[in-house]
């Protein structure tokens, strides 16, 4: 356990649908990455936040895609209207040094 | 651009019969390679971070070491709970010290 919590675990959803997933860190981490991995692949960089600020978001996060962190604590990470192709697994990570702490993930399954 | 190949995909091991994984890497400047296991269904967890070329680094039957190009991660003597995913990722001297990360190469070691 590596102190950084996931929910849901789990995620069905059907398409058109928007969900959201949180992501709690080690608390004296201030770094947080959101990563999502498909099957078969290594995890793709999504976005980064340092605190409260989101400094960095990968092409690959879409206009449904949208990711906050009040006062840098909680993150949450909602995609909305929900597509077949978003099915995966995303992780978030916290950062102690250079080394990134994973979370379990929240696997998304969109039917 | 950052770009991490690992090989092979897949491996299959007896018990006891040692083998090394390969981590192919290009970077503009390598801040820090990392090496994940990860099991199905959970989140990467943190095995070594290595920082420069002639660097090695050891945890149980585990032995990981690094070039200017590419990075080894020696497994001996293996038993068949060391079976799962491991995952290479570079990280670059950008502010926002994100992860690129290899496909993985799942490996399997049969008792």
């Known amino acids: 356990d590596t102190g950084v919590s996931q929910n849901p675990r789990h995620k069905i959803t059907k398409r058109g649908q928007n969900v959201t997933f949180r992501c709690d860190p080690i608390?004296?981490?201030?770094?947080l990455y959101w990563y999502r991995q498909t099957l078969g692949q290594g995890p793709e960089f999504l976005t980064y936040?340092?605190?409260?600020?989101?400094?960095?978001k990968s092409r690959l996060l879409s206009d449904r895609f949208s990711a906050e962190r009040p006062k840098g604590s909680f993150s949450t990470l909602e995609i909305q209207r929900t597509e077949q192709g978003d099915s995966a697994m995303y992780l978030c990570?916290?950062?102690?040094?250079?080394?990134?702490?994973f979370g379990p993930g929240t696997r998304l399954t969109v039917t | 651009e950052d770009q991490v190949t690992q090989s092979p995909e897949a491996l299959r091991l007896q018990e006891g019969e040692s083998s090394s994984l390969n981590c192919s890497y290009t970077v503009s400047g390598l801040r820090g390679l990392f090496w994940y296991r990860q099991d199905p269904g959970k989140g990467p967890e943190f095995l070594f971070t290595l920082y420069s070329a002639g660097e090695e680094k050891e945890k149980e039957r585990l032995k990981a070491t690094l070039t200017k190009k590419e990075s080894f991660l020696h497994i001996t003597a293996p038993k068949p709970e060391d079976s799962a995913t491991y995952l290479c990722a570079v990280q670059d001297y950008s502010n926002t010290g994100k992860l690129i990360f290899g496909q993985g190469t799942t490996l399997q070691v049969k008792p």
């Open positions: 608390s004296e981490h201030n770094r």
């Open positions: 990570a916290t950062r102690q040094s250079y080394e990134q702490y």
């Open positions: 936040f340092q605190n409260e600020a989101q400094l960095e």
